[in-house]
DNA sequence: ACTAAATCATTGACTTGTTCAACGATTGTG
DNA sequence: CACAATCGTTGAACAAGTCAATGATTTAGT
């Protein structure tokens, strides 16, 4: 159990070759789930520095844009409930890191706009995802990087 | 709140627009968030009739290929804590679809075996998860799927 | 042969993430 | 003009994930 295990990290041992084997192989929604799990944890680790989680970190690139999205666009393209989106605006909003400013087409809505303190922090973390997700995927060649943003493109944005 | 929703679903605002042209674009972590949990929402909604969530299920598929998983096993393959696996495990066994086996090599392991009536709803949910997929991806080319897939493989098992 | 380290399943506390309901203020629609 | 829809918000409940520790068993090293 133990060099199956070992090996397990290394080359594939039997149990996990059955497993990579079975029907979960083809099993689109099984490839996504592991492969995002795999992001995520790489995501968080290049995070942590900067005292940020993923989905923090996503707002921030979204508001990085400068498109000023309000919370509702927010919420929508992350795919995150907008209460949710209210709890990590307080939280960034209360390091300094972005502000809400009241739409003026519309009272009922804020749109999140960034801090200069934010777009410092931000681009540091940029850099420093990017690496991570570089090293992640390493193993891809560019072309089926490329090939992999397409496809996904088209899975996360069904339209 | 639900029109704004099936709206952003439908057509893409301006919004949804530019947020679609953001940086976040080309981030195929983001890109997989966003995708798996499409895939999460449709897969939930797929298997809510079973009384099963995708976790459970994503059990069952691995032990219903009679490869005999440890705990440890499925741990790793799915990329869940152990004990997160002991307690799916528990409510799976509760509800008489699988059962533990003590492994006659190793007195530390149980194999986890699905029984006839695990088998059975196993197979119904099975097909409603498919089904759901195949709604979720129906936008996509066979060649797209297939290549998708590869990629995915790829990206979910680095090696 | 013996001992210490490693491994498995387990328990349980804690943290993080998600969902849902409800609300007041504002806007849009008929 | 009245009502339905929308936005941000609060907060409760649920789901998922993490971590530490434990006892039993196996493995590795001497």
Redesign the pocket.
């Known amino acids: ?6 090996v397990a990290g290394d080359s594939g041992a039997s149990a996990t070759d059955r497993m990579r084997a079975s029907a979960l192989k083809d099993d689109v929604s099984f490839l996504l ?1 592991r492969a995002n ?1 795999l992001s ?2 790489a995501g ?1 680790a290049a995070l942590a520095p900067f005292n940020l ?3 923090s970190y996503s707002i921030l690139a979204l508001v990085a844009d400068d498109i000023r999205p ?6 929508e393209h992350l ?9 990590l ?2 939280d960034l909003q209360t390091r300094g890191l972005v502000k ?1 400013d009241p ?1 003026p ?8 706009v960034m801090t200069d303190e934010g777009r410092e922090l931000f681009r540091s973390a940029h850099d420093a995802v990017r690496a991570a997700e570089r090293d992640l995927h390493s193993h891809l060649s560019p072309d089926q990087r490329e090939r992999l943003s397409e496809l996904l493109l088209l899975v996360a944005f069904p339209d």
């Open positions: 159990m133990k060099s199956s295990r070992d789930a799990a995520l944890s968080h989680r993923v989905r309000s919370q509702r666009d927010i919420a795919r995150l409930d907008p209460s949710q989106v209210v709890s605006i307080d809400r739409d087409t519309d009272r009922r809505t804020n749109v999140v």
